[in-house]
């Protein structure tokens, strides 16, 4: 009985806290406090918003933000997975590896624009190139990292009891790594949401990025936050996915809580 | 049965024999002599247990003859073949199988598939065969039903056996206990012995065992050796000749306490110089 | 000594294959551009000819405009974010009130900001430190807030029972206990503090390697988008590495990195 007490008392001030926050932004826009004036307001948002959301571009707008992300979060998974995988196991090819990617590994995917839009002469592959280039080094590190946390204890049972190499990248490397590389797979998938909004407003035609650009344009600014709340859900509801789904593997984790 | 008997009886697989071995690490250029010059022998079917201070050398040892760590002198004979030496190539195997003291069972899986982990990847026998052969290995010792548990799901108590049984399914030569016991209380702790020597006498696998806990050495083994601290060379070996099958009635009795006196005065001085030089465990 | 000689050899093995890897990483890049697709694509000899070719004074003085509003935004994140989190982590109240408002605020990608930015503030220096404060901001008060969190409460008791008071508990305890999480939020703020700097200047085109990266491409001078992109790949290290010799300063007793 507590703990439901509790719970209605935090959300409620919660709730009570964000629509203060919402209510003070939308009285300082009125009341044209400073250049607040300049801003759009809640309601003109949630107005604009409701607008936005029925007419065919947005959801030509989403798919194409969505499709990108997706398609460069799956490649960047797919390489950087097991290329994580067997650099944090192997410390021959860690080494072989790890410092050219670390090299590259500071560029921040905004700085590839020029190039990217340079090597792809199309639109499409170099923004889902930013995006891929974006997800590609958290997934990378964390799977690394996850590899090394796998106390030696691990290897040497599995070799002991007799398992091959191979046998032991499948039974201890990839499920003592696994809890790792789900964080470094919803780390990615934000990133590459960052990725496709900045690759949209400077290079993209349609997209939730280009959206926004395209209204600050057009003078149409609520439509700006409009955009703003979209990538924010899509972003958070995609990272939350990927726990989600992966929670069944995890469940050895929560085991005997 | 007299040891001699139980000796000829076992199918004298796992003779464990130390000569002169000696392992010096050499962390950041300093030469720090783990263990040196070590020399002491294992019949098959014996239960070997090790005691000692923090840092003597005995872990060390365990690892050496589990194939993860290597000799710098000196050798380790598994019934006559060279298992670690000198530059000898580090190969853990199913032969000599480790119970580790922080305990090593899979997190990932679940208490049956880590039992039926080894003979499964070995090839050994079918799945079905394997998981029939744990199901029954779990129920001697009390285990019946939690196959499809994960390790976080059982006690500690029950971890350790499943570790063991992990181990035994496999039928190594020699059984390799890290302090598995360590973490355990008191109580449960007595009750391990009880399942372990039970386990021995279905098995009469060759143990060799090492703990800090005096009595958990005399009450377990045939031979317990006294390690000094660091640098480790056996100080003392004492002969067990308790009669098996043991139970903890023994545990008061004459010869127990005798036996007790002779390892106490063998490691109080080592704990104390150990004490005073401050030594942490190095392996 | 013998047993010094096979220390120094597996070193210089180390190193050897360290180096093999960014050879490898050129050799690559070089035989890139001999790909009928990627054409344009500078090699590694051009880019490093267009390096040494630079007018060093004013290419040094658009790396330390943006090393200037890398660093604004970022001390400024820092002080009003460090309190904050540690405020909000230790006071329940507070807590209830703010941290839905930054739960809210979080997930919208810190670049979809640049526009309002626009509007809202008159020099394009204050909207671009702005970007980068936003995007330092968040990391650091999560972190900050999950490191008070954290704290051990034995350690608290501990103290208490030794009579220490709450000013004490906050000094000796609370604050060293939080410092490796306001570090790990303070590395990952350095990473998004240069991903905005490079946008906001790309887009703003006032100064700054973004600028420069962004007209080199414009300008059709295609070394020098390496050039760019390597200059704030390198920055972006150094910052790093500095935060963590700080680090390493402040918390010598944390053994691993």
């Given at each position: 009985m507590t703990r439901s007490r509790l719970f209605d008392y935090k959300t409620l001030v919660g709730t009570a806290s964000i629509l203060c926050f919402l209510g003070l932004w939308e009285i300082l826009v009125r009341a044209n406090v400073y250049r607040f004036g300049l801003l759009p307001s809640p309601l003109q948002s949630l107005q604009a918003g409701l607008d936005v959301v029925t007419q065919p571009s947005f959801l030509r707008d989403v798919s194409y933000s969505t499709y990108r992300v997706l398609l460069a979060w799956f490649m960047a998974s797919l390489v950087a997975v097991p290329l994580g995988l067997f650099i944090g196991w192997n410390r021959k090819i860690q080494l072989l590896l790890f410092p050219a990617l670390e090299v590259l590994r500071p560029i921040p995917p905004i700085a590839w624009i020029p190039a990217s839009i340079l090597f792809f002469p199309a639109v499409e592959p170099s923004v889902v190139f930013i995006c891929f280039i974006g997800a590609f080094f958290p997934i990378l590190l964390n799977a690394k990292t996850g590899v090394e946390q796998i106390d030696d204890r691990y290897f040497h049972a599995s070799r002991c009891l007799g398992a091959a190499p191979w046998h032991i990248f499948w039974d201890v490397v990839l499920p003592g790594a696994l809890p790792s590389v789900v964080v470094g797979l919803a780390l990615g998938m934000g990133v590459a949401w960052m990725g496709v909004v900045a690759a949209e407003m400077i290079?993209?035609?349609?997209?939730l990025g280009y959206m926004i650009w395209y209204a600050y344009a057009l003078t149409r600014y609520p439509v700006i936050v409009v955009g703003m709340v979209v990538i924010a859900a899509l972003g958070f509801g995609s990272s939350a996915l990927i726990r989600i789904a992966s929670s069944h593997l995890l469940r050895w984790r929560t085991a005997g809580m | 049965m007299s040891f001699s008997k139980r000796v000829a009886a076992a199918?004298?697989?796992?003779?464990l024999h130390v000569e002169h071995a000696g392992k010096i690490y050499d962390p950041e250029g300093a030469n720090v002599i783990?263990?040196?010059?070590c020399t002491f022998k294992v019949p098959a079917g014996g239960i070997c247990v090790v005691v000692g201070p923090s840092g003597c050398g005995k872990t060390t040892l365990l690892n050496t003859i589990a194939g993860f760590d290597s000799l710098t002198s000196g050798t380790v004979r598994l019934d006559g073949e060279v298992i670690a030496g000198a530059n000898s190539a580090l190969q853990p195997g199913p032969d000599r199988i480790v119970v580790f003291q922080q305990g090593?069972?899979?997190?990932?899986?679940t208490v049956l598939d880590n039992v039926t982990y080894g003979p499964v990847r070995q090839k050994k026998m079918s799945r079905k065969e394997a998981e029939a052969r744990g199901l029954a290995l779990m129920d001697k010792v009390g285990l019946t039903g939690i196959g499809k548990k994960f390790p976080s799901d059982i006690s500690s108590g029950m971890q350790r056996r499943v570790e063991i049984i992990r181990a035994l399914i496999n039928d190594p030569k020699i059984l390799l206990l890290d302090?598995?016991?360590?973490?355990?209380d008191a109580l449960t702790k007595s009750v391990m012995h009880e399942y372990l020597l039970e386990l021995y006498d279905l098995s009469h696998k060759t143990i060799f065992f090492i703990t800090h806990d005096l009595e958990e050495a005399i009450f377990l083994g045939d031979m317990v050796v006294v390690m000094t601290t660091r640098p480790g060379f056996v100080k003392k070996l004492i002969n067990v000749d308790l009669p098996r099958p043991r139970n903890y009635k023994m545990l008061t009795s004459p010869r127990f306490l005798e036996l007790k006196r002779e390892a106490v005065e063998g490691v109080h001085e080592e704990a104390l110089k150990a004490f005073a030089a401050g030594e942490r465990e190095l392996a | 000594m013998p047993r010094l000689s096979n220390h120094m050899r597996s070193l210089t093995s180390n190193l050897l294959l360290q180096a093999a890897s960014l050879l490898l990483l050129v050799l690559v890049w070089h035989l890139l551009i001999y790909l009928p697709a990627l054409k344009r694509l500078p090699g590694p000899a051009s880019v490093a000819k267009a390096a040494i070719d630079l007018d060093l004074l004013p290419f040094l003085y658009q790396a330390l405009l943006s090393v200037y509003r890398v660093t604004a935004g970022f001390v400024i994140a820092a002080i009003i974010g460090i309190p904050l989190g540690i405020i909000i982590g230790i006071w329940q109240p507070i807590r209830a009130i703010l941290f839905p408002i930054i739960e809210i605020l979080r997930p919208i990608p810190p670049i979809a900001w640049i526009p309002l930015s626009v509007l809202f503030f008159v020099g394009i220096e204050s909207q671009i430190i702005f970007l980068t404060f936003y995007g330092a901001f968040f990391p650091i008060v999560y972190n900050t807030i999950a490191g008070v969190s954290g704290i051990d409460i034995r350690l608290i008791r501990a103290a208490r029972s030794l009579g220490a008071n709450e000013w004490d508990i906050f000094r000796r305890i609370v604050l060293p206990g939080t410092m490796p999480h306001i570090f790990t939020g303070l590395s990952v703020a350095v990473g998004i503090t240069w991903l905005m700097v490079v946008a906001a200047e790309m887009i703003a085109s006032r100064g700054g390697l973004g600028y420069v990266t962004w007209e080199a491409y414009t300008t059709q001078n295609y070394p020098m988008i390496f050039v760019g992109m390597a200059s704030i790949g390198v920055l972006g290290a150094l910052s790093s590495i500095f935060l963590r010799s700080i680090n390493k300063r402040i918390m010598p007793w944390r053994r691993r990195v």
């Amino acid at each position: 009985m507590t703990r439901s007490r509790l719970f209605d008392y935090k959300t409620l001030v919660g709730t009570a806290s964000i629509l203060c926050f919402l209510g003070l932004w939308e009285i300082l826009v009125r009341a044209n406090v400073y250049r607040f004036g300049l801003l759009p307001s809640p309601l003109q948002s949630l107005q604009a918003g409701l607008d936005v959301v029925t007419q065919p571009s947005f959801l030509r707008d989403v798919s194409y933000s969505t499709y990108r992300v997706l398609l460069a979060w799956f490649m960047a998974s797919l390489v950087a997975v097991p290329l994580g995988l067997f650099i944090g196991w192997n410390r021959k090819i860690q080494l072989l590896l790890f410092p050219a990617l670390e090299v590259l590994r500071p560029i921040p995917p905004i700085a590839w624009i020029p190039a990217s839009i340079l090597f792809f002469p199309a639109v499409e592959p170099s923004v889902v190139f930013i995006c891929f280039i974006g997800a590609f080094f958290p997934i990378l590190l964390n799977a690394k990292t996850g590899v090394e946390q796998i106390d030696d204890r691990y290897f040497h049972a599995s070799r002991c009891l007799g398992a091959a190499p191979w046998h032991i990248f499948w039974d201890v490397v990839l499920p003592g790594a696994l809890p790792s590389v789900v964080v470094g797979l919803a780390l990615g998938m934000g990133v590459a949401w960052m990725g496709v909004v900045a690759a949209e407003m400077i290079a993209g035609e349609f997209g939730l990025g280009y959206m926004i650009w395209y209204a600050y344009a057009l003078t149409r600014y609520p439509v700006i936050v409009v955009g703003m709340v979209v990538i924010a859900a899509l972003g958070f509801g995609s990272s939350a996915l990927i726990r989600i789904a992966s929670s069944h593997l995890l469940r050895w984790r929560t085991a005997g809580m | 049965m007299s040891f001699s008997k139980r000796v000829a009886a076992a199918n004298s697989q796992g003779e464990l024999h130390v000569e002169h071995a000696g392992k010096i690490y050499d962390p950041e250029g300093a030469n720090v002599i783990a263990v040196s010059d070590c020399t002491f022998k294992v019949p098959a079917g014996g239960i070997c247990v090790v005691v000692g201070p923090s840092g003597c050398g005995k872990t060390t040892l365990l690892n050496t003859i589990a194939g993860f760590d290597s000799l710098t002198s000196g050798t380790v004979r598994l019934d006559g073949e060279v298992i670690a030496g000198a530059n000898s190539a580090l190969q853990p195997g199913p032969d000599r199988i480790v119970v580790f003291q922080q305990g090593a069972l899979f997190p990932w899986k679940t208490v049956l598939d880590n039992v039926t982990y080894g003979p499964v990847r070995q090839k050994k026998m079918s799945r079905k065969e394997a998981e029939a052969r744990g199901l029954a290995l779990m129920d001697k010792v009390g285990l019946t039903g939690i196959g499809k548990k994960f390790p976080s799901d059982i006690s500690s108590g029950m971890q350790r056996r499943v570790e063991i049984i992990r181990a035994l399914i496999n039928d190594p030569k020699i059984l390799l206990l890290d302090e598995p016991f360590r973490a355990l209380d008191a109580l449960t702790k007595s009750v391990m012995h009880e399942y372990l020597l039970e386990l021995y006498d279905l098995s009469h696998k060759t143990i060799f065992f090492i703990t800090h806990d005096l009595e958990e050495a005399i009450f377990l083994g045939d031979m317990v050796v006294v390690m000094t601290t660091r640098p480790g060379f056996v100080k003392k070996l004492i002969n067990v000749d308790l009669p098996r099958p043991r139970n903890y009635k023994m545990l008061t009795s004459p010869r127990f306490l005798e036996l007790k006196r002779e390892a106490v005065e063998g490691v109080h001085e080592e704990a104390l110089k150990a004490f005073a030089a401050g030594e942490r465990e190095l392996a | 000594m013998p047993r010094l000689s096979n220390h120094m050899r597996s070193l210089t093995s180390n190193l050897l294959l360290q180096a093999a890897s960014l050879l490898l990483l050129v050799l690559v890049w070089h035989l890139l551009i001999y790909l009928p697709a990627l054409k344009r694509l500078p090699g590694p000899a051009s880019v490093a000819k267009a390096a040494i070719d630079l007018d060093l004074l004013p290419f040094l003085y658009q790396a330390l405009l943006s090393v200037y509003r890398v660093t604004a935004g970022f001390v400024i994140a820092a002080i009003i974010g460090i309190p904050l989190g540690i405020i909000i982590g230790i006071w329940q109240p507070i807590r209830a009130i703010l941290f839905p408002i930054i739960e809210i605020l979080r997930p919208i990608p810190p670049i979809a900001w640049i526009p309002l930015s626009v509007l809202f503030f008159v020099g394009i220096e204050s909207q671009i430190i702005f970007l980068t404060f936003y995007g330092a901001f968040f990391p650091i008060v999560y972190n900050t807030i999950a490191g008070v969190s954290g704290i051990d409460i034995r350690l608290i008791r501990a103290a208490r029972s030794l009579g220490a008071n709450e000013w004490d508990i906050f000094r000796r305890i609370v604050l060293p206990g939080t410092m490796p999480h306001i570090f790990t939020g303070l590395s990952v703020a350095v990473g998004i503090t240069w991903l905005m700097v490079v946008a906001a200047e790309m887009i703003a085109s006032r100064g700054g390697l973004g600028y420069v990266t962004w007209e080199a491409y414009t300008t059709q001078n295609y070394p020098m988008i390496f050039v760019g992109m390597a200059s704030i790949g390198v920055l972006g290290a150094l910052s790093s590495i500095f935060l963590r010799s700080i680090n390493k300063r402040i918390m010598p007793w944390r053994r691993r990195v």
